[in-house]
């Protein structure tokens, strides 16, 4: 994406283990921050999102951070399960005032039974 | 309720045939968007229409042409097909631009020979 970092690319844990995501941005008038799933041979999928008005946001396994003055936010899963194995995207503005998203390059995850 | 239909699911082109990816949603949503995805570069966001009547060129626009045809139906031409149009395709749609949650397609796979 235009303005939107993702790291890392690539991430292996054991079933279990936690996993970290986390996209960096740089246009600070940005409001809405979705991280998005996709499994194989799919088309992506919203899973948790977080907007500026709250700095954390948990469902069950998944929860996201939000820190507006570093401009960045991160996917945390916890005990992960073989299924969590996707490829996960964060979304964020593109910048220069435009409201459309523009999405990270991605993170391939693989939970190793 | 369907959500996105994208046609076709895959489409072989011959370097200079032209061809058009039909998207349609039933969720009376405003935005709908254009992706293509490639290994290693995430989403690139190739066209979007904010709200019917409207289209707006994203981050790779050059090859492509867009029509909002009416609330429903937002489709993507290519008038000479070339090798490096070579992708996965998705079409999305969100109740408003950029500050909603995407519904995607389940892609288009097009080669280019």
């Known amino acids: 994406g235009e303005n939107v970092e993702q790291h890392p690319s690539t991430l292996s844990v054991q079933e279990g283990d936690s996993a970290v995501i986390k996209c960096t ?4 008038a940005s409001n809405y921050f979705p991280w998005y799933k996709q499994e194989l041979g799919k088309g992506p999928q919203l899973i948790i999102d977080i907007r500026s008005n709250v700095g ?58 | 309720n369907a959500g996105v239909t994208q046609t076709p699911k895959f489409q072989v082109l011959k370097t200079g045939q032209s061809m058009t990816l039909q998207c349609a949603q ?9 992706y293509r995805q490639d290994p290693g570069m ?32 937002f489709s993507l031409r290519l008038e000479s097909a070339a090798p490096s149009q070579t992708s996965v395709y998705f079409c999305a749609s969100s109740e408003l631009l950029g500050n909603t949650e995407a519904f995607f397609g389940q892609g288009t796979r097009l080669t280019v020979v």
């Open chain 1, 56 to 113: 954390e946001k948990k469902d069950q396994r998944i929860a996201v951070t939000l820190n507006k003055t570093a401009k960045h936010f991160s996917l945390h899963i916890t005990e992960t399960q073989p299924e969590d194995s996707a490829v996960y995207f964060c979304a964020g503005p593109a910048g220069g005032g435009s409201e459309k998203l523009v999405f990270g390059k991605g993170t391939k995850l693989t939970v190793n039974p």
């Open chain 2, 42 to 73: 995430g989403l690139r966001l190739i066209y979007y229409s904010a709200s019917e009547g409207t289209t707006d060129k994203g981050e790779v626009p050059n090859g492509y042409n867009v029509s909002r045809l009416n609330k429903r139906e």
């Open chain 2, 26 to 34: 039933d969720m009376n949503h405003n935005s709908m968007y254009w």
């Open chain 1, 25 to 28: 941005y740089s246009d600070s």
